[in-house]
């Protein structure tokens, strides 16, 4: 088995530990410069293990935070202080990583360089799989519980390797046109590339340190990196994920602003960037060597988006559901505003043809409902219900059914398989009772749908997309997201992009 070396795992790392009755259990600074610091740097930027800023930390509560310190983590390289610190020093700890930095963290093209890893140069690797399967129907399947990768054929349904990432991968894969190499970025700004083929990591890079999603361009020669902290748009290289440009994120009155995330439109050869802080969102060719930054008005502040199938149109969810808006990316203007309720996750939705017109669906966070909506008037057409609040919605061109979770509600054992003619739940299933069910994605030929069971003693599991009989299941921690490589790398219909 082929494997990466671990480079950033656990939450607090403790190398040389003194009697707690030194250190004042008021003083949560000292405390981590004391028994923190050697894995995750002086500043908490990062290191050996993850940064630890409130930003890295959103998705985990400081309750979770205090276990984890107290406990460790089993299969990392994070012991746990039990026996060490004192539960007050424990939680004045944990306190104290929640807490903003004096000064504002800084990460810029020195300490980027610097980071730059190559491991396997592209030149020296075989251009050849080194397995049978079919390189095009394989996943790319993030094992969360345990921050592992699992790469599995797509026919036989068995894991070809598998091996340890960075802590906490954000924001899906994207693959080189292709579909040889895969890149993958940490929520705490390491992109990783890795051949597919020789199942081999090719380089790396920390291009941020509290990063929200990459996209790679259609050409193959570049990967934008959207970054919360710093404000920043990173591109680089795809050949070995060296840097490029820095591209400073700053409305024209100088406002700086989190990146909400950037996707690749591959008909405008170009990035699309939507901005969390200023009322903007930015579109970047890149068939221009010098990047050029182009700025739409948005009608608010946007937190994600998707396209029509022409990649004309850009639909996205605004701040403080406030509903939906459309974006005519030639025009440079919004053109419609969406009146949906709750909080629609646009960057899930999906489209379809529906009695011959073109439609999109998305899932809804805050409620228990599918928005299906025209795509040649920006009508809601139907509010589909479902047993709760969703967050992933996903489809074939060659199934009837849209497939989604309700992962925020009380029923999170459930998904729902959606009739996409009807606009009906078709079918309601509970692949492990009491557990949470999220996240599918087809095969390339739309034969079989791939689900996960999003708990430690969770599972991948195989259905038959036709029938929804199950056909196979593999025990994994907590996997999350599965990428299927040609799907991803056609942008095929009912899947994200």
């Not at 509290?210 to 193959?220: E, K, L």
């Not at 070995?240 to 009155?253: G, H, K, M």
């Not at 599918?370 to 967050?391: A, H, Q």
Request: hydrophobic fraction near 40%; include cysteine.
């Amino acid at each position: 088995m082929h494997r990466l070396t671990p480079l950033s795992i656990g939450l607090a790392a403790l190398l040389i530990a003194l009697p707690s009755s030194v250190m004042a259990a008021s003083d949560g600074a000292s405390l981590y410069q004391q028994h923190c610091q050697s894995c995750h740097a002086p500043e908490r930027l990062g290191a050996q293990g993850p940064a630890l800023l409130p930003e890295s930390l959103a998705r985990l509560p400081q309750k979770a935070a205090v276990q984890v310190i107290s406990q460790g983590r089993p299969a990392t390289q994070m012991p746990g202080f039990a026996q060490t610190l004192s539960g007050a020093e424990i939680n004045t700890l944990a306190a104290y990583l929640y807490e903003k930095p004096s000064a504002p963290p800084h990460w810029d093209a020195a300490q980027i360089n610097t980071s730059h890893q190559v491991f396997n140069p592209r030149a020296q690797l075989p251009a050849k799989p080194v397995f049978t399967a079919d390189p095009l129907n394989l996943f790319v399947v993030v094992e969360s519980g345990n921050h592992h990768i699992n790469i599995l054929d797509g026919d036989k349904f068995e894991v070809i390797t598998r091996f340890p990432t960075h802590f906490a991968l954000h924001g899906g894969p994207k693959f080189s046109p292709d579909g040889r190499f895969v890149f993958w970025a940490s929520r705490d700004g390491w992109v990783t590339q890795y051949d597919l083929w020789n199942l081999k990591p090719v380089a790396q890079v920390r291009a941020g340190i509290n990063t929200r999603n990459i996209a790679s361009s259609q050409d193959g020669r570049y990967l934008m990196v959207a970054n919360y902290l710093p404000n920043s748009l990173v591109v680089l290289n795809a050949e070995d994920l060296s840097l490029n440009r820095v591209i400073e994120v700053t409305d024209q009155q100088g406002t700086a602003s989190r990146v909400s995330a950037v996707y690749t439109a591959p008909p405008r050869n170009s990035f699309i960037a939507a901005l969390k802080d200023v009322q903007e969102i930015w579109e970047i060719p890149y068939d221009k060597p010098d990047f050029p930054v182009r700025r739409l008005r948005a009608g608010d502040y946007l937190d994600d988006f998707s396209f029509d199938p022409q990649y004309r149109h850009l639909l996205a969810t605004s701040r403080d559901s406030h509903g939906g808006q459309v974006v005519d990316l030639d025009a440079g203007k919004v053109i419609k505003k969406i009146p949906l309720q709750g909080m629609p996750h646009l960057g899930s939705g999906i489209s379809w043809t529906w009695q011959g017109r073109p439609v999109m669906a998305t899932p809804n966070i805050q409620q228990g409902r599918l928005s299906v909506i025209g795509l040649d008037n920006w009508e809601i057409i139907k509010e589909i219900p479902t047993e709760g609040p969703g967050f992933f919605l996903r489809s074939h061109v060659n199934s009837p059914y849209a497939w989604t979770d309700v992962f925020f509600g009380p029923n999170q054992e459930v998904v729902q398989v959606i009739d996409k003619q009807n606009l009906s739940v078709a079918k309601t299933l509970r692949p492990m009772p009491g557990k949470n069910a999220a996240h599918v994605e087809f095969d390339r030929y739309g034969k079989h749908v791939l689900l996960s069971v999003w708990d430690q003693d969770g599972a991948l599991i195989i259905y038959n997309a036709d029938t929804l009989e199950e056909i196979k299941r593999l025990p994994m921690n907590k996997p999350s997201g599965k990428y299927n490589v040609f799907n991803k790398i056609n942008y095929a219909e009912g899947t994200s992009h």
